[in-house]
């Protein structure tokens, strides 16, 4: 079953920590006020084609994949701003980060996000190749390794500004448009960022060395003293390395866990309900604990199911709760839900719900 993905996760820690330091090695060959690399697209599959950029045209090309939460939240406003600007500025939408080798892979899935969004992505929108060319010419090259992200090309082919499209690209993109954009100022700005950057990034690599080292020797009560101690020196990071602290606890104090477990559920994941579901799936889902607190569970699970009534996995995480602790018809009944519900939702895998289908049947059988 398809559950939170995070980056509080162990995978996710080694792989932020990987990034920063390739973030912090890799040269950065593309600014502000650098000519735009060329649109090497493999496919347009909205709006006109743009063949080049320094055409007098004032251009906005996006990164964005379909499986980015914060992409499909500022898809709606990059169409207010295409509408705004029309006709003084084309915004391209560039899906770079899909993760497959073969351009027909993924083509369909773009194709189909970009069609059921329908109006609400309204403007330009092509596809990166299998090799990633426009990840690597315009994001790897501008030192930018979070979507999405906006790159402004102004009328002569220069980027103007890279930025979050939901902070401050309608006031750049009015005075791009308008020729009074101050590009040597947000030159000097972008710089002093980077270095700042920088510098933030090799101090958080000489605090998490110690923690990355347990992790990569397997010594987990290591690392969760790592991180005990990161937190006692830095309070800011608590809620960030509470998730891989339940995980490494899990992998040596399963007890131990669990009462960790109820404590995130009654405090800093309180009103978080896919953390909640985090907690209650791994204690009792795929791989579950050898001996599972299942009354900890369910209480877990009912907590996020009572801030969100109708995801399906969230449901099927309590179908699940409820079976292994005995509840046999509050877990026939709540599956069901959950397979109802999953059946139209489009935040439901092919896969996750054959799974859902399978405990239905098996929770049949146990009637």
């Given at each position: ?15 932020a920590f990987a ?17 735009a690399?060329?649109l090497?697209?493999a ?6 084609p ?5 055409d ?7 990164f ?11 898809i ?21 980060y899909?993760?497959t ?6 083509f369909p ?13 309204d403007?330009t ?25 906006a ?25 791009v448009?308008a ?13 002093k ?23 990569k ?5 290591a ?5 005990d101690?990161?937190v ?10 509470a ?7 899990a ?6 866990a ?8 009654a ?14 799936w791994?204690m ?5 604990f050898?001996?599972?607190d ?17 995801d ?15 509840r ?6 709540t599956?069901?839900k959950?397979?109802t ?8 895998e092919p ?17």
């Amino acid at each position: 079953m398809q559950k939170l993905a995070t980056l509080l996760t162990l995978s996710g820690l080694l792989g932020a920590f990987a990034s920063a330091a390739v973030a912090q090695d890799a040269p950065v060959t593309l600014h502000v006020g650098d000519n735009a690399p060329p649109l090497v697209i493999a496919k347009w599959i909205k709006g006109a084609p743009v063949a080049k950029l320094n055409d007098g045209k004032v251009r906005v090309v996006e990164f964005w994949a379909t499986w980015c939460g914060p992409c499909k939240v500022s898809i709606p406003h990059l169409t207010e701003l295409a509408k705004k600007y029309k006709g003084n500025a084309t915004f391209i939408g560039v899906d770079s980060y899909e993760h497959t080798p073969k351009e027909a892979d993924y083509f369909p899935k773009v194709e189909k996000f970009v069609a059921d969004f329908g109006a609400k992505m309204d403007y330009t929108v092509a596809i990166d190749g299998a090799k990633g060319t426009m990840g690597k010419t315009w994001m790897e090259a501008a030192g930018q390794n979070g979507i999405p992200t906006a790159f402004v090309v102004d009328q002569k082919g220069k980027i103007a500004w890279i930025g979050h499209p939901m902070n401050g690209l309608d006031e750049v993109v009015k005075h791009v448009v308008a020729g009074d954009f101050d590009m040597k100022a947000e030159a000097e700005k972008a710089n002093k960022e980077r270095e700042e950057e920088a510098a933030q990034q090799k101090k958080m690599q000489a605090v998490m060395a110690p923690l990355m080292d347990a992790v990569k020797k397997k010594d987990y009560k290591a690392a969760v003293a790592a991180i005990d101690k990161i937190v006692a020196d830095d309070e800011s990071k608590k809620m960030q390395l509470a998730g891989p602290k339940f995980d490494f606890m899990a992998k040596y104090d399963e007890a131990g866990a669990q009462v960790y477990a109820g404590e995130l559920a009654a405090g800093m994941y309180k009103g978080n309900a896919m953390m909640l579901n985090q907690l209650a799936w791994t204690m009792i889902g795929d791989k579950p604990f050898a001996n599972p607190d299942t009354k900890l569970a369910v209480k877990i699970a009912e907590q996020a199911v009572k801030i969100t009534p109708n995801d399906p996995n969230i449901l099927d995480t309590l179908a699940l709760a409820y079976f292994k602790d005995h509840r046999k018809a509050e877990a026939l009944a709540t599956e069901q839900k959950a397979v109802t519900l999953g059946a139209t939702s489009k935040d439901v895998e092919p896969a996750s719900l054959a799974d859902m289908k399978k405990r239905l049947a098996e929770f049949k059988s146990a009637q």
